[in-house]
């Protein structure tokens, strides 16, 4: 499914902005680009997650290989530094790049010495292996490898001070006793890199300079088929650790399960089936999902809106239902928890508890398990019911008109939620349109999954509302927000679609669709109508310039979920829909899905290169046209 050759291996900038992912099932991961050149301060072939991946340090940072042909030496390493120079360039060698069964590969071409590198990392324990192996030799050739060793907050950089503390361990060593590292003839030494330079981080107007240390080298003397194998694990790190060929078998054995689980047979859905369980998580409270990588942890929103996509339509239907009844038991006051990255748990969404209910109906509709939504009833009843009489942040049902509201100043509560010097960029405060077609949609489920009568009456009565308060005049859609500070809100956003793609969704009219029109794009749909004074068609530059296009014109592939399912429901078209999607696989973060894209043509990829719900959305949307 991802394969590129010479014209993109040789060309540095073609190939270090496309980024390859292994990760342990715990929230870490091993990440980097094609090239081999580190653009960003989280790649590194070790990173470890706390559990949930709300934080996470990165220790091995690259395998730096060179070869020794006789006299002549080569070196497979791309560097590039703070003055400027790219240097080792070991990209014009590489010949071949591949995802294999989720295992990324490489091999370089010296002529008549070929090279390969393959990368996998254990399922449930911080554990990278990395394999060489010589292809093609006419004699013996000697392999070096220089660890590059750090341990630092992934979110940082860390710069040269004194000597870390390396001690020797079997067959390698212990570094700053966080992990170890283990491979074939250990020769001590010690040098700092100073001014290692991380490209990406100069685009986002971050930091783009740390140090790393080389902590010697392991050597070995290979002929044609020889292997090379180095493992670096966190602890436990004790005794003999697993061999770096185990891994890779290992990785490559549970992908093929996958794919068989997910009942997929064409190349864009064994991939997607892969990438889906890069994002599952364990953690000590049972199975979730992280939201992206290689800089999101848990968040309940994106759990619940990539519920459906990541667990059932791959048919992880026992990782799916202890996923719920994980969540169903951390509600408080009828909400779940956002997320712990900021470094607290913060009950600050309006959206999440909403989509929890949608997650347990559609469960029950794949499933038929009515046992499991019998004990999640609790969490159910508890979040309607607080909805409806009020809980956190102004969250209340309008005694009026049954509609939902929510909002306070400086806080932005819908997964429009970026915010700029504390301001959020998207006032959304009132009644927001996705809000109200999730929570109708949740009292006419649980009406039905409980057998309530009082929500269905609330839901009826609700949905008469949601016609008749936000339905624009003349066919011209929804209004995005209505009875908000500034009064009712005609921006044209891709929210509208909620009401009627999801369930029991309130409208069953073409025009929000036909609204939507000039959101499509090939990668999903803009947040905002390039028509709009407030537009932005470009997310890039710094924290503040990116937050400000965040969801002001930024392309979000996720909602391309809800465009299908009104699509599918209405009966309009959808040749083609996703087909620039799946094109997508293998021109970014290879083999998923990013997080957002440029407003503007080419729409060329931004955010997280690797984002749980654009995966588990065009899984969930192919299924649905399929």
């Not at 710069?159 to 503390?165: K, R």
């Not at 109708?440 to 409980?450: D, G, N, T, Y």
Request: proline letters at 5%.
């Amino acid at each position: 499914m991802i394969a590129l050759g010479r014209e993109v291996c040789g060309d540095l900038d073609a190939a270090s902005a496309r980024e390859w992912l292994v990760t342990d099932g715990l929230g870490g991961y091993a990440m980097g680009t094609v090239s081999g050149l580190r653009t960003r301060r989280y790649h590194g072939l070790l990173v470890v997650a706390e559990p949930g991946g709300s934080a996470r340090r990165l220790g091995l940072a690259a395998i730096e290989p060179m070869v020794r042909i006789g006299d002549r030496v080569v070196r497979l390493a791309t560097d590039e530094w703070a003055g400027g120079s790219v240097d080792p360039a070991g990209h014009r060698h590489l010949a071949e790049f591949r995802i294999d069964d989720g295992v990324p590969r490489w091999r370089w071409d010296l002529g008549d010495v070929v090279v390969q590198r393959e990368i996998a990392m254990a399922h449930g324990r911080a554990a990278t292996g990395v394999v060489f192996t010589v292809l093609r030799a006419p004699h013996d050739i000697e392999l070096e490898l220089t660890p590059l060793c750090t341990w630092r907050d992934a979110h940082g950089e860390r710069t040269a001070s004194g000597e870390p503390a390396v001690t020797a361990a079997a067959d390698g060593f212990v570094f700053e006793d966080a992990y170890r590292v283990t491979g074939p003839d250990w020769r001590p030494d010690g040098d700092w890199y100073r001014g290692v330079y991380a490209r990406e981080e100069a685009a986002r107007g971050l930091n783009a300079v740390e140090d790393l240390w080389a902590a010697g080298r392991f050597a070995v003397r290979l002929a044609a088929g020889g292997t090379a194998e180095i493992t670096a694990a966190a602890e436990p790190f004790d005794g003999v650790l697993p061999a770096a060929a185990g891994l890779v078998a290992a990785a490559r054995k549970r992908a093929r399960k996958l794919v068989r689980q997910a009942g997929v047979k064409d190349p864009a859905g064994r991939q997607l089936a892969i990438a889906a369980d890069q994002f599952v998580v364990d953690t000590p409270t049972g199975p979730s999902a992280v939201a992206g990588y290689p800089w999101f942890g848990e968040w309940s929103r994106d759990l619940m809106t990539s519920f459906e996509g990541l667990f059932l339509s791959t048919n992880r239907h026992a990782d799916a239902r202890a996923v719920l009844l994980r969540a169903g038991a951390t509600v408080s006051e009828g909400m779940l928890a956002n997320t712990a990255d900021t470094g607290t748990l913060e009950y600050n969404t309006a959206d999440a508890a909403l989509w929890f209910v949608h997650a347990v109906g559609r469960y029950a509709e794949v499933t038929g398990d009515l046992d499991t939504v019998h004990a999640l009833a609790g969490p159910v009843v508890e979040i309607l019911t607080r909805h409806r009489d009020g809980t956190r942040f102004g969250i209340a049902a309008d005694a009026a008109d049954g509609l939902l509201t929510q909002g306070k100043p400086g806080f932005a509560l819908t997964w429009m939620d970026a915010r700029v010097d504390g301001h959020p960029v998207t006032e959304r405060r009132g009644k927001a349109v996705e809000l109200n077609a999730l929570w109708i949609s949740a009292l006419a489920s649980a009406a039905e999954l409980l057998g309530s009568s009082e929500f269905a009456a609330f839901a009826d009565r609700a949905a008469a509302s949601f016609r008749r308060r936000f339905v624009r005049p003349y066919g011209a859609g929804l209004f995005d927000v209505v009875d908000g500070p500034a009064g009712d809100d005609a921006a044209v956003r891709p929210n509208q679609l909620l009401a009627v793609s999801l369930p029991h969704a309130p409208i069953n009219d073409a025009a929000p669709v036909s609204a939507c029109a000039p959101l499509l794009t090939s990668l999903g749909l803009r947040s905002l109508a390039p028509s709009d004074p407030a537009y932005r068609g470009v997310h890039r530059g710094g924290s503040a310039e990116r937050d400000a296009a965040y969801h002001q014109g930024t392309v979000w592939p996720w909602l391309i979920g809800p465009y299908a399912d009104a699509c599918a429901r209405l009966g309009l078209p959808t040749a083609g829909l996703l087909d620039g999607l799946e094109l997508h696989l293998g021109e970014w973060g290879l083999g998923s899905v990013s997080e957002t894209a440029d407003g503007d043509a080419p729409h060329a990829a931004t955010g997280c290169p690797f984002q749980a719900w654009s995966v588990a959305e065009l899984i969930r949307a192919r299924r649905l046209l399929a």
